[in-house]
């Protein structure tokens, strides 16, 4: 099996880039922030515990996308491998991943940045938030503290990913094409 991480700000195009990428390489997408997405929509109690915090540019608890992970795995047994977009976000996520593949014999094959500058972050969640009308994406404030949260609790993770020889940069300025163009020949060499 192989673990693919998308790794990137919000509103870098992981999600974007996600949906070719797992047809290409037969991969499960996990996507935590689609799940919770889900829980909202179905008025579930988790998803009106995350639903607060994700309005207002907070992550949720670890142990809960951790969970909702972890069942994803179980769930699709007869994939080549998947493909994490949004997750891990903090050191204590990437621990944890660390010790759920261990479990399993595994550990993760790649870590693909997108990476694009703040300022491109804001224009960029701007132009979503009139096509997909997330909530997380209305505000100015919450924009604010989404690039905050990103820089102080995600961005450690690029040294540790760094130190273990499986970080993959790629730049994520340019059209969809051409960012894709990069991704995938990055991922024909994984
Ligand atoms: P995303 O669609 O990946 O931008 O995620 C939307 C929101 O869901 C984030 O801003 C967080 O509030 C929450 N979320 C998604 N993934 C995680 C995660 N791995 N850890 C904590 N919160 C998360």
Same mark, same amino acid.
């Given at each position: 099996m192989k673990y693919f991480i998308m790794f990137g700000p919000p509103g870098a195009g992981k999600g974007t880039h996600a949906a070719p990428m797992v !047809? !290409?390489?037969n991969l499960k997408h996990i996507s935590t922030g689609e799940?919770?997405?889900? %829980?909202?929509?179905?008025?579930?109690e988790l998803g009106k515990q995350a639903a607060a915090l994700i309005e207002k540019g907070n992550?949720?608890?670890? %142990?809960?996308?951790e969970g909702m992970i972890a069942q994803t795995f179980a769930k699709y047994p007869e994939v080549n491998g998947f493909l994490l977009d949004g997750f891990p976000r903090t050191v204590?996520?990437?621990? $944890?991943? $660390?010790?759920?593949?261990?479990?399993? $014999?595994?550990?993760v094959t790649g870590v693909i940045s997108l990476m694009i500058p703040d300022e491109e972050i804001k224009a960029r969640? !701007?132009?979503?938030a009139l096509i997909e009308g997330r909530a997380d994406d209305a505000s $100015? %404030?919450?924009?604010?503290?989404r690039i905050k949260t990103y820089h102080a609790k995600t961005e450690p993770l690029i040294e540790i990913y760094k130190d273990k020889g499986i970080y993959h940069e790629i730049d994520g300025i340019g059209s969809i094409e051409e960012v894709q163009k990069r991704v995938f020949a990055m991922m024909d060499k994984l």
């Open positions: !047809k !290409k390489y799940l919770l997405r889900s %829980e909202i929509a179905a008025g579930t992550l949720v608890p670890d %142990e809960v996308v204590q996520q990437a621990m $944890d991943l $660390d010790e759920m593949l261990e479990a399993r $014999d595994e550990y969640i !701007k132009g979503r $100015d %404030e919450t924009i604010a503290n």
